[in-house]
């Protein structure tokens, strides 16, 4: 399964969140999310001297067993 949705966070952050959702058994999820922000702070360029959104883009491994 895969989810996407774009949200609005605070302070003026914009980003994407795309979650990729992996079940191998009925108590296992793996899953691995990605976000990208499109605006971080209020601003897409040099929100931050020599920083931009992109900038703060990240990847999540995740492993979740349910007992």
């Given amino acids: ?4 949705r774009q949200q609005q966070r605070p302070p003026r952050q914009q980003g994407l969140d795309r979650e990729l959702n992996y079940l191998p058994l009925q108590n296992v999820k793996l899953a ?3 976000t990208a922000y ?3 702070n209020g601003a ?3 929100y931050t ?3 931009n959104a992109s900038d703060n883009d990240n990847l999540l491994l ?3 067993v349910l007992f």
């Fill in 1 to 4: 399964m895969v989810l996407v």
């Fill in 32 to 34: 691995l999310r990605y």
């Fill in 38 to 40: 499109q605006q971080f």
């Fill in 44 to 46: 897409r360029t040099d």
């Fill in 49 to 51: 001297p020599g920083r």
């Fill in 62 to 64: 995740m492993g979740w």
